[in-house]
Structure formats: structure tokens, C-alpha cells
């Protein structure tokens, strides 16, 4: 029997399921399929008797595969779940569970899930699994630490600005009127202070830049000419030693984007790549595109939340990201290079959020991803309208 069929059980009816009870069994079957949520059933020796279309996307196995296959041998020795799916079994009651680490054998990563077990009626021992996936609404949650940290940033950047850089140049000064004067073993001391003033003037400019809070003018940007102009630019200079690969999806609509800020936070994520892979002799760097709808996010300015189905991916195989910062990947000052100031990410980030859009890091050992997602260009609606009166 299916899970559509048993979702038309008097027990489940009685636990809130009842428009199901009111469908046929073939619409029963279309609902299910088409529930977003990774659905299964489990007898009692531990094998899947049936799954549905989201199971089949979240454990990447065809039902073909699927069903059959015993539970055990998906998921890693001592799961969360498996314990979860006996406790029903032996209790005869539902269990839910939340931010339930879920991975693969053979993965070193793991996917947080919310997990729903409840024992299927007249089932002989069959419990009814639901998998819901945490990845989009942590994602949101990063986020908004994310933009908190840039909000700390712009301020502190618009505090040094005006209280920093003009005594920095009032001591250059000085140091330049006393040079004359000095012998050679002096005058070494002044140009040292000359240099470091300079140095701390570089880093005040550069933070300044979080401190603008102007409008950005958008327009219809398309995506693939910026990341050509990208890698022309790295391939020029910092990335000359990097083997570049493009999997573009070439129907993708125009991003609604500021052009030479897109460039911007791309060259730093080019350059983090490149960077992070090194002398490596096999080194690569793959820029992606691809439509991906589903996630939506309220932006700065906008009444309503913003569709933000195209994403663009910088995938690197280096090294990969130390766990120790990988929460704090966005955050000012973070960084794992000796001479690095930490703001790259921080102000990639800054310009993803001045455009409505996430940015996220996935890393692994020889595959770290960075994924921007960001809205399409949108025609306005009195354009709409102008364009129906002609």
C-alpha cells in the first residue's frame, strides 16, 4: 500500500489530515508528490517501502533505488533518525524533532533537518517519515547577522573617517617639516612614520567605503558580461597560474544591479579563490549561472518580499575554509591571511545587501562554493502600462 493510501486512514484523519480523506487516490498521490517536504515510509525490518519525489531529490537516489533499500544504509552509523523512527515504534506515538543533523555515509557534511515521525495505522510497525530542510531559513538567519555586522561596520567606518584621517594628517605633516633638519639615522624614523600614516590612511579609505549610504543606480546588468570581464581581469594578473571553467546557463534574465559594484565584490571573490588555491598546479576556479526560483527575501525600499531565483556561484578547489571562521566568514576583520585586513568579504557582502540579495558559503576540503542569490530586472509597471497604451 502507498503513503497516499494510508494518508486516507482514520487515524491520520483524526490528527488534522482530513482534506486528504476527501480526495480520490490518484489526487491523493499527485498532493503528496508534489509536497516540497521528503516523505517516506519505513517498515519495521528498517527498509523504505515508498518515497516521494522530494525523497528522491534529498537522498539523490531514483524510487527505483529508493524503495527497498533498508534505511540504515543511507544515512551514517548511529543517526539521530534512526533512533528517532524506533522511539515510534516502541512508544506507538508521533515524534517531532528539530535541527536534526542528517548526512550521507561517505560525506564530511551534514544537513540540518526538521523531522516528523508518526506510526501509519494498521501499518504492522510502518512509520511515516517527513523531512523538512533548514538549509533556506538558516540561510536567512546568517544573513541577517550578516547585515547586522555591515550596519556595526558602516558606523565605525564613518566614525574613523572624520576622526582619524585628520590628525593622521596633521602627524605626516609634521614628520615631513622635521626631515630637513634631522640626520640620516633620524630622518629614517620620519619616513617610517610617514609610511605608517599612509598605510592607516589606505585602511580608513577602504572602510569608508561601508559608509555609503547613498541610492544605488541599478539598471538591467547582464551577469555573464561581468563575470567575463572578471576573469579577463584575473587572468591578466593575480589568477594567471588558474585554470577558469564556465557553466553558464545562457537563457538567465538580466540581474537588477549596480555594474561596477557586481565587479567589485566578483574580483574579491575571484581573488579570494585564487588566493586560497595558491602555487597549486592544478588549480580551478568555476564561475556558474543558473536560475534557481523558490527563495524569496524582503529588500531594502520593498513593500513585499523579492524573488531572488538567480544565482551566481565562484567555486574554488583550495584548501577550503577553517571551520573556526566559517560562521564569521562575512564579518569585518576576519581573515586567514597574514597581511589581510579582513574586509573583502565584508564589503562583498555589503554590496549583496545594498542589492536585496543572500550571499552564502558552502566549503569543503578542494571545493568551496560561494553563492550570491539575487532578484532579476524587473520591468516597473507604469512601463507596463505605457507599453499596453501603445
Known sequence: MSISDRFGGDGLTRKGIAPLKMLDGHSRAAVLEALPNAILTV???????????AAEAFFEL?????????????????????????????????????????????????????????PLPDGDGLVLVVLQERTIADKIDRQLSHR???????????????????PLSGIRGAAQLLEPGLGDADRALTRLICEETDRIVRLVDRMEVF????????EQVNI?????????V???????????????????????????????????????????????VDGEIELSTAFRPGVSLRAMGEKSPVGLPLEFCVR????????????????????????G????????????NDHGGIIECESLPRRTTFRILMPMYRVKQSNKQEERRS
Open 211 to 218: 559608509s555609503d549610504a547613498r541610492p544605488l543606480k541599478r
Open 234 to 280: 584575473a587572468q591578466s594578473g593575480f589568477a594567471r597560474r588558474v585554470r577558469f571553467v564556465e557553466n553558464y546557463d545562457p537563457s538567465l534574465p538580466p540581474v537588477y544591479a549596480n555594474r561596477d559594484q557586481l565587479v567589485q565584490a566578483f574580483l574579491n571573490l575571484v581573488k579570494n579563490a585564487a588566493e586560497a588555491i595558491g602555487d597549486a
Open 148 to 166: 547586522g555586522a555591515v550596519r556595526s561596520v558602516s558606523g565605525l567606518a564613518s566614525m574613523l573617517a572624520h576622526e582619524i584621517k585628520n
Open 62 to 118: 531514483g524510487k527505483p533505488l529508493l524503495i527497498g533499500q533498508n534505511i540504515d544504509k543511507l544515512l551514517p552509523f548511529g543517526s539521530p533518525l534512526i533512533t528517532l523512527i524506533q522511539q515510534v515504534r516502541e512508544r506507538g506515538a508521533t515524534i517531532n524533532e528539530y535541527k536534526v543533523d542528517v548526512g550521507r555515509p561517505g560525506q564530511d557534511s551534514e544537513r540540518r533537518v526538521d523531522v516528523h515521525c508518526a
Open 316 to 339: 574554488d578547489n583550495g584548501p577550503g575554509v577553517p571551520d573556526d571562521i566559517a560562521a564569521h566568514l562575512f564579518d569585518p576583520f576576519v581573515t586567514t591571511k597574514s597581511s
Open 341 to 352: 585586513t579582513g574586509l573583502g568579504l565584508a564589503l562583498v557582502a555589503k554590496i549583496v
Open 43 to 53: 517498515a519495521r525490518d528498517g527498509t523504505i517501502e515508498d518515497a516521494n519525489a
Open 224 to 232: 555573464h558580461s561581468v563575470l567575463d570581464h572578471v576573469k579577463q
